[in-house]
């Protein structure tokens, strides 16, 4: 069938559209409207608490969710989201091995995640953000120049700036040039590099690929070209991680995410950095309670690909065993 007037042209076109683009919420899906973490915060009691707010599809493709806090997790279930309005029940786990349903009712609008929960305890308000994501090429390569039959080692620190742009230090036993123009797009990270000594001025351009944890590329100059390959510092550890958390109370269930710079959270709390060094993984967890902090220290190690250690404070230990999350994409056949 061919479209040959205007009018039919447009309806075909609609008609197309409509078959291709789907419903209004799967097109947010696939934006990711709602996927991913929020930054959730409340207030019930006089009580202020953060809490994060995870969202994915289960094996079936149907929405799940997460209420991470500070006791640890809890799943949320017949999470709806449709044309902007979000609901879900919540089954708390409490200390004694018992548990607390709740539900909530609110709306995602303009980036903004707002809305209520109640339960047989009251009910209070809930406002929070899409959590930041940190670009993937963030954080420290070691990198090897191949130079005739030479490997000349060297380090790669890529940040991100308070405006979200990427920044890059190299520092090598030949100094370290002032780069610029740091890009990274789909798996190709592009920068420039300047020699900072007037009297050994040069000049390169940078291009590589990234897959997974390993970058390999060329720099450039008017002199030649010279082969790179580098991998990522603290990559066995870096990720997400489902941990079980068991002490003399019982067992619970808590995330650790670990940031390509080695940031990360333990459950909604800020760690400002996570120590890996031969396999063994060490890092202090600080939690502020109005004018009172607690501090823990996890200390531990990665082994057959498991988290394990001791979390410790004052107050006595908690055994921790972690298994990292694997993201898993399945091609949808066409319809």
Do not use: H
């Not at 979000?86 to 303009?110: I, M, N, Y």
């Not at 990234?210 to 991998?231: F, H, N, W």
């Not at 502020?288 to 057959?304: V, Y």
Request: hydrophobic fraction near 35%.
């Amino acid at each position: 069938m061919t479209c040959r007037t205007s009018l039919k042209v447009v309806l075909c076109i609609s008609l197309l559209l409509a078959v291709f683009a789907g419903p209004a919420s799967a097109q947010q899906a696939r934006r990711g409207g709602l996927y991913g973490d929020w930054i959730v915060k409340s207030e019930f009691n006089g009580r202020q608490m953060e809490s994060i707010l995870s969202f994915s599809r289960d094996r079936e493709g149907n929405m799940s969710g997460q209420w991470i806090g500070f006791m640890g997790i809890s799943e949320l279930k017949d999470v709806k989201f449709e044309e902007g309005q979000l609901s879900f029940t919540r089954v708390s786990p409490g200390r004694d091995g018992q548990t607390s349903t709740s539900t909530f009712k609110g709306t995602l609008a303009e980036g903004k995640l707002s809305g209520t929960v109640s339960s047989e305890r009251g009910e209070y308000s809930v406002t929070g953000e899409r959590a930041p994501r940190m670009p993937r090429a963030v954080g420290t390569w070691d990198m090897k120049l191949k130079m005739d039959d030479r490997e000349v080692p060297s380090t790669l620190i890529i940040g991100v700036d308070k405006e979200g742009a990427l920044t890059a230090q190299w520092k090598s036993e030949r100094g370290e040039p002032t780069i610029s123009d740091v890009q990274y797009e789909r798996g190709t990270l592009t920068f420039k590099a300047k020699s900072a000594n007037p009297d050994r001025a040069w000049e390169v351009t940078f291009e590589g690929t990234m897959e997974q944890d390993k970058l390999t590329g060329t720099l450039k100059s008017e002199r030649g070209e010279i082969a790179v390959e580098g991998t990522r510092k603290g990559a066995a550890v870096i990720g997400t991680w489902n941990l079980e958390v068991a002490s003399e109370r019982g067992t619970r269930t808590q995330r650790l995410t670990v940031n390509p710079d080695l940031t990360g959270r333990y459950g909604t709390v800020l760690i400002k950095q996570i120590s890996l060094q031969d396999g063994k993984v060490d890092f202090p967890v600080v939690m502020q309670f109005g004018d009172q902090s607690f501090e823990m220290r996890f200390s531990g190690k990665i082994e057959d690909s498991k988290l394990v250690g001791e979390m410790t404070s004052d107050r006595g230990s908690q055994k921790i065993t972690g298994t990292k999350v694997v993201r898993t994409f399945q091609r949808r056949n066409a319809q």
